[in-house]
């Protein structure tokens, strides 16, 4: 999982923002063709700590589209 210094400038943000990315992505693997697939997850914009519930939103629906997709 790669965070650009382009999308955060400090090391630290950027650790968090892969921290809930993981955590997100932990809590709701839920089916063996998850586990079966390789994630690369690219930023497009900027995450706030306001944003950070929004994050883990796309992130579930995310995750919910390509598990059908997958089915």
């Known amino acids: 999982m790669i965070v650009a210094k382009k999308i955060e400038r400090y090391a630290v943000k950027?650790?968090?923002i892969k921290r809930i990315l993981?955590?997100?992505f932990r809590q709701n693997r839920s089916s063996?063709?998850?586990n079966?697939?390789?994630w690369v997850i690219k930023l497009r914009r900027k995450v706030s700590?306001?944003?950070s519930a929004q994050l883990v939103v796309e992130m579930k629906?995310?995750?919910f589209q390509l598990q059908?997709?997958?089915e």
Do not use: A, F, G, V
């Open 68 to 70: 059908q997709c997958h």
């Open 22 to 24: 993981r955590e997100t």
């Open 14 to 16: 950027r650790n968090w």
């Open 36 to 38: 079966n697939m390789d």
């Open 61 to 63: 629906t995310l995750m």
């Open 32 to 34: 063996e063709s998850m």
């Open 49 to 51: 700590r306001k944003d």
